[in-house]
């Protein structure tokens, strides 16, 4: 759903400022592309914080205890 909103404000702009509307049509992979570090920073970040969780709660884990998720 939210790509279909997307392309709907898209069309709004279109109609109202198409050359501002080319313009992000231009722009979003070449910002999509400085972003992507970012993303996969994010993940590592995530994924390490996840392996500490887990090594935190692995004692309780064998001694029985398991989350309400």
Do not use: E
């Not at 972003?35 to 001694?63: E, M, S, T, Y």
């Amino acid at each position: 759903m939210r790509p279909f909103i997307g392309f709907l404000l898209w069309c709004l702009v279109l109609v109202l400022c198409w050359p501002v509307a080319i313009l992000a049509l231009v722009l979003y992979p070449v910002l999509w592309l400085l972003l992507l570090p970012f993303r996969l920073l994010a993940a590592a970040v995530r994924a390490l914080l996840a392996l500490i969780g887990a090594v935190l709660l692995l004692p309780a884990r064998l001694l029985g205890w398991r989350s309400s998720h």
